[in-house]
């Protein structure tokens, strides 16, 4: 095995130090095609694990609860200054956990319990967060959704897009005061114009969730919700390449709901290792290699998509726009389930997850689909011609899932395979 930047970590805790140099070889030698993950970059890294752990600063910059705070106080305020600049909003606040925290505290800021929102269905390729039974969102606000159009089976009309005649209709049947748009599992571009002239027309806030394209959209290869929008809200790990965490951005009028629901209203003291790391990654996002980075990851995804469907698999949607692809796994092999090609391709050292298809007849938890990405093998250095022998490896571990043999051969390939494309290896370059 290779040495690791990690080897040093946590020499006190052998066994915490064992996991971590395990994280590090599985992320180093297996192909991470899971839509929503990414590599954040040595420097975020170095920021996420640094001394601002230890610090409390309950508040925002400037009206902090304790002492001690000054340069903190510069942190989040660059934080800040370089998220508006980034998506030319008018107000930010990067204190949010995680991407379910923004969205619940959107909700909290800006509706009375009970009121009615529009989002997309989870089933469709929504989040949780958009009103699932499952999510106490649909506890104490009354969710309405909206779905795809049905599927065609004609390629220049493939059908299952967002159906916005369908959510127009639902807007006016229900007047809701808050429309999300938005989504988890979603090939294709969503536009915020077409939902902002809806919500006008019946009166509604538009809150624009772009956990998983908020790379795309800062790279320019994805049009901006900000202009459209009341609130946008994102992940700072996905397509961002940031730490784990979240964001919101708002237009001045709601900037002091949204804080205030966020802190007090919700969370308790910001991590502040993580907001500089945002900052980080703000900074990073900016410069003109990340749009390189976007347009990158978008034309490799047109080559595995198109690769996936010379093999036999059906994409939702008809296709890609953006840095994922959810394949439909019964035109492949009607016996095979998302979980159980999820399983095998794990043992071939391939990360993808499962995920329900529009109309899925088998359950969330079997499924038949598969969700893929190329946002991190893309930061790998991986490029077109990789991407097509990434489908190659999948298809050979699919089709041979019941022969050990070829799935260790498959799994030995892509280990070398990933060798050539190992995402640290200027690891020293913080
Ligand atoms: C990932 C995601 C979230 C939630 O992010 P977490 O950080 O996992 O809480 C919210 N909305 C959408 C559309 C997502 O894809």
Sequence with gaps: MTSSPFDSWIRSDEEMSALLKAEWTRQTTTLQLIASENFASPAVMAATGSILTNKYAEGYPGRRYYGGNQVVDEIEDIARRRLTALFGADHANVQPHAGANANVAVYTALLNPGDTVLAMRLDQGGHLTHGSPASLTSTFWNFVSYGLTPRNDDS?????????????????????????????????????????????????????????????????????????????????????????????????????????????????????????????AFREAAQPSFAEYSQQVVTNSYAFSDALTERGFRLVSGGTENHMALLDLRNFDEDLTGKEAQEVLDRAGITANRNAIPDDPRSVFVTSGLRVGTAAQTTAGMGENEFVRIADLMVRALRGRHDETIISEVRDEVREFCGQFNPYRNFTEI
């Design 156 to 280: 220049e009309n493939p059908g299952e897009i967002i159906d916005l005649d369908h959510v127009r209709e639902m807007a006016l049947q229900h007047r809701p005061k808050m429309i999300v748009a938005g989504a988890s599992a979603y090939s294709r571009k969503i536009d915020a114009a077409p939902f902002r002239e809806i919500a006008d027309e019946v009166g509604a806030l538009l809150m624009f969730d772009s956990a998983h394209v908020a790379g795309l959209i800062a790279g320019g290869v994805h049009p901006n919700p900000v202009p459209y929008a009341d609130v946008v809200t994102f992940t700072t790990h996905k397509t961002l390449r940031g730490p784990r965490g979240a964001a919101i951005l708002c237009r001045e009028e709601h900037a002091k709901k949204i804080d205030s629901a966020v802190f007090p209203g919700q969370q308790g003291g910001p991590l502040e290792h993580a907001i500089a790391a945002k900052a980080v």
